[in-house]
């Protein structure tokens, strides 16, 4: 989990994969961040992967270590889409990561996926894997 922390407190750029309505994949980057139970996105509701959320909310986040590219997280669970006043509090996450909230945040809402628990047999060295 420390590995897991690190990544995420340097790296706030991931992929988050949803799944379309016709059942197809769909990945992007998204800027993460983390309060050390879940991880948080920002979008706009409009966006192809917070469609996705809403119609389904399974979703699955990776992460990789800017300093050591063999390591890498990777978080699966449902995510949900918080309310006007969590996506306020989690803009605070935002703040204290980057010393500020940038602009292209404004109007979006929060995503949350909770980090769940890690998978050992799943898991390597280098290689993390959790589910909620």
């Known amino acids: ?3 897991l922390k690190y990544i995420l407190a340097v790296n706030p750029i991931g ?3 949803t799944i379309n309505p016709n059942g197809s994949p769909w990945a992007t980057p998204v800027h993460i961040f983390s309060d050390n139970e879940a991880v948080y996105w920002f979008s706009k509701d409009t966006h192809q992967h917070s469609l996705n959320v809403e119609k389904n909310p399974q979703v699955s986040v990776a992460v990789w270590s800017k300093t050591d590219r063999t390591k890498g997280g990777y978080i699966s669970g449902n995510a949900e889409k918080l309310s006007s006043d969590e996506t306020a509090s989690a803009l605070e996450i935002v703040k204290k990561t980057l010393g500020h909230i940038p602009p292209y945040f404004e109007g979006t809402y929060a995503y949350k996926l909770p980090i769940g628990q890690i998978d050992p047999k799943k898991s390597s060295p280098n290689r993390w894997y959790f589910y909620s």
Do not use: I, K, Q, S
């Open 1 to 3: 989990m420390d590995a």
């Open 15 to 17: 992929t988050l994969a």
